[in-house]
Structure formats: structure tokens, C-alpha cells
């Protein structure tokens, strides 16, 4: 008996320890097995916790890779050249898009009619022209890139190529051309007033973030085709 209680004392603590073993080994490969899928538990609660924390840098991404979709270059859009055989003179040095030409000269005349003196600027301009402009003026008044473009398109991203775009100048008041005093004449108050009727809109008004306000720039929006080049500047905020 007393033999039988040492076996049994002698037992018990063997049998605990098989048991302690046993369950650690159990919970070993337990824990081999479902590592991965706690793993993936884990980082999909980690995911969730940064996707709710992380403020809104990631909206403001978006939007900021919506709005380099345009493919704007210092706030300026890319416009083609437009085909040679779409071109008009229709004074000396001023060439437009053929499809503008009787809007423009037709706006012309009723401000005539209504005693103001249209003058065309400038019309079509050529990539080139638009290169030797934005550079070689950019050297001459020492200015950066990015501060010429406030006051010139880069070439390639000119209205003035597309043939639809014309700066307007008063013919009484000269002195104004290419100024923003431009919009204290009474052409460019004609304009604000009737120019919409030709199909006539300001390009670069007050708001925009990018480029100086240019009263005396205009294009012309009369066309389907016109309305597809300046599709994208329309949609801006
Ligand atoms: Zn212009």
C-alpha cells in the first residue's frame, strides 16, 4: 500500500509534467499553424487603425494628381498648334483661326457703330514665336521661369497657337496696350458688356492663381471645335 502510494506519489508529478509537456508542444504547433492567419489579423486591425487615424493627406493627394492630369506646366495648359490651312490674315501680321474670323470682325464692327476702336495686337503665334518670347524675355527682364509665365505662356501651352485666342488693344488709348490699365478704357468696358454676343470670352481673369489678370486677352468660344481646346481650362474651380 505504502509501495502503491509512493508509485502514485511518484506518478503524479511524471504524469504532470507528460501533461505540461504535452500542452506546451500542443499550443506550439497551435500557434505555427494559425501564425499566419493571426499575422494577417493583425496587420489587416493595423491597416484599418492607419486608414482611420491618417487625417486627409490622402484626399489632398488625390486631388492634387486630379489636377496634375491636365498636364498644366506652371499653371499654363498645353494647346496644339493649329493647322496652317486653318489660318486666316486678316491684317497685315494678324492671322486667326478661320472659324473666329467673322465673329471677330463682326464684334469689331459694332463697336465701331457704338463709337469704339477696336485694335488687333495679337492673334495667332506660332510655338516658335511663343518659345523666343517666354525665353528670350524671361533673360532680358532676369526673371525665373515660373514668375515669366505669370505674364507669358511657356511655348506649347499658348492660346495664342490654338488661332482662337486675340489681344485687344483701344485704339484711342495705345498706351494701354498689353497694361492692366487696359481695363480702365472704354473698349475694354465694351468688351465686358457685348463681347459674349460674338462668342468672345476673358481668358485669365482676377482669380486665377497662376497668371496675371490679362483684360486685353480674349478667346473666342463660338465653335465646337474652340469649345473641345478650352474644354479643360472651363472646368477649373
Ligand atoms: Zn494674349
Redesign the pocket.
Known amino acids: 500500500m505504502q509501495q502503491n502510494k509512493e508509485i502514485d506519489q511518484f506518478d503524479i508529478p511524471l504524469a504532470k509534467r507528460t501533461h505540461l509537456n504535452n500542452s506546451n508542444s500542443i499550443s506550439i504547433k497551435k500557434l505555427l499553424i494559425f501564425s499566419p492567419f493571426l499575422f494577417l489579423f493583425f496587420s489587416f486591425v493595423a491597416l484599418q487603425l492607419i486608414r482611420n487615424t491618417e487625417p486627409r493627406p490622402s484626399s489632398n493627394f488625390n486631388f492634387q494628381n486630379e489636377k496634375n492630369l491636365d498636364h498644366r506646366i506652371l499653371g499654363h495648359l498645353p494647346y496644339n498648334e493649329i493647322p496652317k490651312e486653318k489660318l486666316v490674315l486678316i491684317e497685315p501680321n494678324i492671322e486667326v483661326h478661320i472659324d473666329m474670323r467673322d465673329s471677330l470682325l463682326m464684334m469689331r464692327n459694332e463697336a465701331k457703330r457704338d463709337g469704339i476702336y477696336l485694335v488687333f495686337l495679337?492673334g495667332y503665334r506660332s510655338i516658335n514665336l511663343q518659345n523666343d518670347i517666354f525665353y528670350s524675355l524671361k533673360s532680358i527682364r532676369n526673371q525665373e521661369a515660373a514668375e515669366r509665365a505669370r505674364v507669358s505662356a511657356p511655348p506649347g501651352y499658348s492660346?495664342?497657337s490654338t488661332g482662337f485666342?486675340i489681344?485687344l488693344g483701344d485704339a484711342t488709348q495705345r498706351e494701354t496696350d498689353f497694361e492692366t490699365e487696359f481695363e480702365n478704357t472704354d473698349a475694354f468696358r465694351w468688351l465686358k458688356k457685348n463681347a459674349a454676343k460674338f462668342h468672345f470670352k476673358l481668358?485669365f481673369d482676377k482669380n486665377n492663381k497662376y497668371i496675371d489678370y490679362?483684360p486685353?486677352?480674349w478667346r473666342y468660344e463660338g465653335s465646337i471645335d474652340a469649345l473641345k481646346i478650352f474644354e479643360t481650362s472651363n472646368r477649373e474651380p
Open positions: 495679337s492660346e495664342h485666342a489681344d481668358s490679362e486685353w486677352h
